[in-house]
């Protein structure tokens, strides 16, 4: 991949993208972070999760493709997000529309825990109560040229589906953590009317400064993965993303859900209005208290 932004560049907003092409040898593909942050949390994300998904991209890369109904888009897009209980990914737990009972809670995480691994994954006890990420959401975001010709990624934009105010429901979160990752990533407040992309930080593995920013070129052999972390202090929010795009004399926006589950709009509900619990390996549930969302990222 090939950022568009000079090496001088330490991040732009929506207002000022601009910068001359700058070729980037022996990257193929590098994972970024736009997250969107608002105000407290103590969870990090692993640094397993950026080597985890950047050599998923490595393998995935020749072989992703995207149904995509207008053949004249010259990229692909595909989106998926990160279970929030997985703590050493940065999940930060759910919210239950549908409060179930403590006990039920206790019962259901001493099977998770003590069972078998593949319990959770055959479990329904999520779906039955409506449990939907609370206050973020980890969305894995594969941009992808369909040929050699390069294609400028002009922004990446939320575009919210539905936003109401947050639910009374049952707002739950696991123990455990993995530790901070080394990535570069964005802040854009969710409950601004204004959502605009502002830089924070990151380095290399090496410990030098990222550039970072908008534009920057995919082709079909260089993807972009981006991660994207929509954050909501306030309300339940449904929403898609919207790439910006350009190649040649083409240019247009494409519309990306969640990949997963027919590109239906990704979900995440503020637990600021529910009651709060953790549960730890003791398998008891506990009060908690929790503040709003600084950065997710940690």
Known sequence: MTDATTPESTG????DDTGEPQQSA????????????????????????QGAFTATVDFVKDLFTTTDPHDDVPLTAK?????????????GGMVYLKPPTLPAIEQEFGKRWKIN?????????DSTYEAKAANYTIVNLLIQGK????????????????????????????SGGCGDANMSRFSVDLDSPQQQLKFKDGK???????????PYRVTKADPEAVVVVPVTNQSYCRFDFLVEWESGEQSGVLEVGDGDHQNAPFEVVSGSASPKYSIDQDLKARPMTESKVVDPLG
């Open 79 to 91: 989106a998926s997000f990160v279970d929030p209980w997985d703590v050493c990914e940065g999940g």
């Open 147 to 174: 040929s050699a010709d390069a294609v400028v990624i002009k922004r990446i934009r939320v575009k919210p589906v539905e936003v109401r105010p947050a639910p009374k429901a049952l707002r739950l979160r696991s």
């Open 26 to 49: 022996g990257r193929q593909a590098k994972t970024w972070i736009v997250a969107a942050v608002v105000a407290g949390l103590a969870a990090g994300i692993g640094a397993e999760t």
């Open 204 to 214: 290399t593995d090496q410990g030098k400064q990222r550039v970072s920013g908008f």
């Open 117 to 125: 691994s593949s319990y959770s994954t055959q479990s329904t006890f």
């Open 12 to 15: 732009q907003s929506d207002a």
